[in-house]
């Protein structure tokens, strides 16, 4: 749920074996892994849930309609067990967004390049720089709603 914890809190964590700073936000609950995490986001003048989901084959068939994000990492095989079209990269970012979150340092991945993929990058020396990046994530989110059709 690193993803939900970027998006609501700004931080993003390294998994590595050593990391100087422990948090524990109160909407996680320490030990249990969530598969799927309500975010509130304020829009205009309206604050709109969205659903930050970790598995998604936990997903109706209903609610793949209302897919707005995909976090990818680069493989196609993290698109493996989804549903129908779902599981091709092509009908996915032709659909929603997709955004990919990677060190400023770090490769795009050469699948990420074949995709309708926005990259955006962390300074690893420089994580106060993780808020804006999180302030983009959300503005991209946003303009891809504006575009969605109704």
């Not at 609950?29 to 659903?51: C, L, N, P, Y």
Request: hydrophobic share 40%; proline share 7%; net charge positive.
């Amino acid at each position: 749920m690193n993803m939900y914890l970027f998006c609501a809190d700004c931080v993003f964590f390294l998994f590595l074996p050593f990391f100087p700073f422990s948090y524990s936000p109160p909407t996680v609950k320490v030990g249990k892994k969530e598969t799927s995490i309500m975010v509130t986001h304020r829009i205009g003048t309206a604050d709109k849930a969205f659903q930050v989901v970790d598995a998604p084959e936990s997903l109706r068939k209903e609610d793949w309609a209302r897919v707005v994000c995909v976090f990818v990492h680069g493989p196609a095989w993290q698109f493996k067990g989804w549903p129908d079209k779902w599981s091709e990269p092509a009908y996915i970012f032709n659909k929603t967004l997709g955004l990919n979150i990677k060190f400023r340092d770090q490769q795009v991945e050469p699948n990420i390049k074949n995709w309708n993929v926005t990259v955006l990058d962390l300074e690893r020396q420089n994580r106060h720089l993780d808020a804006t990046v999180s302030g983009n994530i959300w503005t991209h989110i946003e303009k891809s709603l504006l575009m969605r059709p109704l």
